[in-house]
């Protein structure tokens, strides 16, 4: 395969920025030898490299270690993989495989904590299917949630990394690739049909979501005093807002309504009402996202 002009020029930009012969060469459908050439002919070093300082190198390791690949690692510091293989075992680091894992019946059985993960996954989670390659559950969060992509990988049996973008986004991307995993959640309702019945009757599975895609806090009533009120606000489809409405109704609430806003629909109410929502979602859980926990148990004090 020849490239274009438009092509060529872009692998030039790509290997100046960092990125390795194979990503380039994988992108273009063409041989590593062919990239070098076209490096070659424009004056361009085939790797940029440079020399780490021992705060560098001691980052690096620590990415390493919780999780991030050493390509990952490799391109955020502009080094070539073997570079950080080589600080990797002089500082005694295990090197994981290259071959992940995942516990592909993890949602099988609907357990309290599959029943939150899900609910979670529903709210967050994306699941992709392409052709000639195993369906892919993403999920991404801002990196002050990153233990809660950890608590996830831990209980998927995951060997899978967590990747750490830069600023400005200081996001986190965590996915795995599982026909089962992904199958499981589609079946359950994760994109149209009826949300799973069990899942609908679930209180984790809906802690889960407002984990999510939900936001609990508290507002000043009167600026007189300073006097509080609870608020719960959560927002996605019309089909899961009912689901949970009809959830509520089953536990005694009942008076709130699916409200459209924009694209989305949301359901939201103040005070006791916030209240016992909250109650009922997060008194003595096991699982949640922290922040949002300790929200909870900041109003229910």
């Known amino acids: 395969m020849r490239l274009t002009e438009a092509q060529r020029e872009e692998v030039a930009r790509r ?13 273009y459908g063409v041989t590593r030898q062919a990239i070098r050439g076209i490096l070659r002919r ?24 919780e999780g991030a690949t050493m ?42 904590d599959a029943c939150y993960w899900i609910g979670f996954l529903f709210a967050d989670g994306c699941v992709s299917y392409r052709p000639g390659r195993r369906p892919q559950i993403s999920v991404g969060l801002s ?4 233990e809660h992509l950890v608590a996830l990988r831990g209980f998927l049996g995951s060997t899978s990394s967590i990747s750490l973008a830069g600023p400005p986004r200081r996001s986190c991307q965590f ?23 069990q899942l609908v009757a679930s209180r984790d599975f809906w802690r889960g979501v407002v984990d999510g895609d939900g936001s609990i806090g508290v507002y000043k009533v009167s600026k007189v005093g300073g006097r509080k009120a609870a608020q719960f606000r959560l927002v996605g489809s019309r089909r899961l807002l009912d689901a949970f409405l009809e959830f509520l109704a089953t536990c005694g609430m009942n008076g709130l309504s699916v409200r459209p806003h924009k694209s989305i ?15 009922l979602l997060y008194s003595g859980a096991t699982v949640s996202l922290r922040r949002k926990a300790e929200a909870a148990a900041r109003i229910l004090v």
């Open 175 to 197: 996915s795995v690739r599982s026909s089962q995993l992904a199958d499981r959640l589609i079946g359950l309702g994760r994109y149209e049909g009826p949300v799973d019945a």
């Open 42 to 65: 424009r004056g361009i070093p085939a790797r940029v490299t440079g020399k780490l300082t021992e705060a560098e190198k001691s980052e690096a390791v620590r990415q390493y270690v």
């Open 71 to 112: 390509a990952q690692v490799a391109s955020v510091y502009k080094v070539s993989e073997p570079a950080i293989r080589s600080l990797l075992i002089r500082r005694a680091v295990f090197v994981r495989s290259g071959k992940t894992l995942v516990r592909h019946d993890a949602f099988a059985d609907l357990t309290a």
């Open 15 to 27: 290997a100046a920025s960092g990125d390795t012969l194979t990503a380039i060469a994988g992108a």
């Open 265 to 279: 629909c949301t359901v939201g109410t103040t005070g006791g009402s916030a209240e016992r929502i909250i109650s």
């Open 143 to 146: 990196e002050r949630d990153r």
